[in-house]
């Protein structure tokens, strides 16, 4: 009978139980919130952020992207990178300005497009954002090359990847270089561009370079020179004209810094000592110069940029400058890591960006991009 009677007693509670359970959740939800949904976070904002008169430092990974190093990262220990030669290594190799922004090539991966984006004048001052997206149609081409230095052609930026002949380790490619044009929408492979066996290319002007070939069989290994130009009957045309090495060696000797433009001699003459500048010129060309002793000189690397210029030297002296007003400036950025050197620079948007790379000769294990936002003050000259 207990038993029984214990038993009736519960048993309408029992039936009652999912009907209270009910109850109770739908109570707690009109609590959570009066049935508004919950605000989703706001969704990060794409690239980099460059800071009013700030410095930006991107590191080149594995993949042939960019990371961001913080202030915490500076002189950081190497435990986990690799070292490679110079000509094998994924390593940011050089960067060329186009319209709209710059392409940079990373040794072995491809191309990517570099973009600022500011904000609309008038407001509070705000940080710019830095994009670097992929830039497709040439990835394939930078396997077993090397990626030499750029030059600018007809509104692109262009790129001679050619076959190291020391260090590559991969099969040989069929053709070994290669000729590649690309703006900040894509890419394309230029056939036959400078040559097929090119070593390296020195671009004397619109549509006119000189280059160096390089051929190697089993018996022996030729070189050869030439002047070449676009036909001005059939522009994808390259004419060209053999030279003999003692004219190439004459046509890319350095000149002396009196004869760079005004605005580059005045950012030069704010570095002090021998320097020997490599400079990028308005016209997509590039021009050496040197001052003082070429043994004794500090490797530099220089762009002007419409009346603007600026110099950079491998050890981080830098300077700015106007040639119409002859205003200079002088800023020495750190460097990302002990014994980073300089390896490039332009002039983009109101900012200056210097390649870097970090290793010892031949081997790198570090390289990347030091973004400066870097405007001239015109009243004073000064940064």
């Not at 930026?157 to 490619?173: K, N, Q, S, T, W």
């Not at 004869?259 to 016209?283: C, H, K, S």
């Amino acid at each position: 009978m207990t038993g029984r009677s214990t038993s009736r007693a519960y048993a309408p509670w029992s039936a009652a139980l999912p009907a209270a359970l009910a109850l109770i959740a739908v109570s707690l939800l009109a609590c959570a919130g009066d049935g508004a949904p919950p605000e989703s976070a706001p969704a990060p904002e794409p690239g980099f952020a460059l800071s009013p008169g700030g410095t930006l430092v991107l590191r080149a990974d594995r993949t042939g992207g960019f990371i961001e190093l913080s202030a915490a990262d500076a002189g950081a220990a190497r435990a986990e990178t690799v070292s490679e030669p110079f000509p094998t290594a994924v390593a940011a190799a050089t960067i060329q300005p186009v319209t709209g922004g710059a392409v940079v090539a990373v040794n072995r991966k491809g191309l990517s497009g570099l973009t600022i984006r500011r904000p609309a004048p008038g407001g509070e001052p705000a940080a710019a954002r830095v994009m670097i997206d992929p830039i497709a149609g040439a990835e394939a081409e930078f396997d077993g090359r090397t990626v030499a230095p750029s030059w600018a052609s007809g509104g692109e930026a262009v790129f001679l990847l050619y076959r190291h002949p020391v260090y590559e380790l991969d099969d040989p490619r069929s053709p070994p270089s290669a000729t590649i044009a690309a703006d900040l929408e894509g890419a394309r492979v230029v056939r036959p561009g400078i040559g097929d066996d090119a070593f390296a290319s020195y671009p004397l002007a619109p549509g006119e370079w000189l280059a160096q070939y390089r051929s190697e069989t089993d018996e022996r290994v030729s070189t050869a020179y030439a002047r070449l130009s676009l036909d001005p009957g059939a522009p994808e045309s390259i004419l060209t004209a053999a030279v003999s090495r003692e004219d190439f060696e004459r046509l890319v000797a350095p000149e002396p810094i009196e004869r760079a433009p005004r605005a580059l001699r005045t950012a030069a003459a704010a570095v002090a000592g021998p320097i020997l500048l490599e400079a990028r010129l308005p016209d997509g060309s590039r021009r050496a110069y040197v001052r003082g002793d070429p043994g004794q000189a500090a490797p530099a690397w220089g762009h002007l940029d419409g009346d603007r210029a600026c110099v950079a030297t491998d050890d981080w002296r830098v300077a700015l400058a106007e040639g119409g007003s002859g205003d200079v400036g002088s800023l020495a950025p750190v460097p990302p890591y002990p014994g980073a050197t300089v390896r490039d620079a332009v002039l983009l948007d109101g900012a200056l960006i210097l390649l870097w790379e970090a290793g010892s000769f031949p081997e790198l294990w570090a390289s990347g991009l030091m973004i400066v936002d870097a405007p001239m003050n015109t009243a004073d000259g000064a940064l």
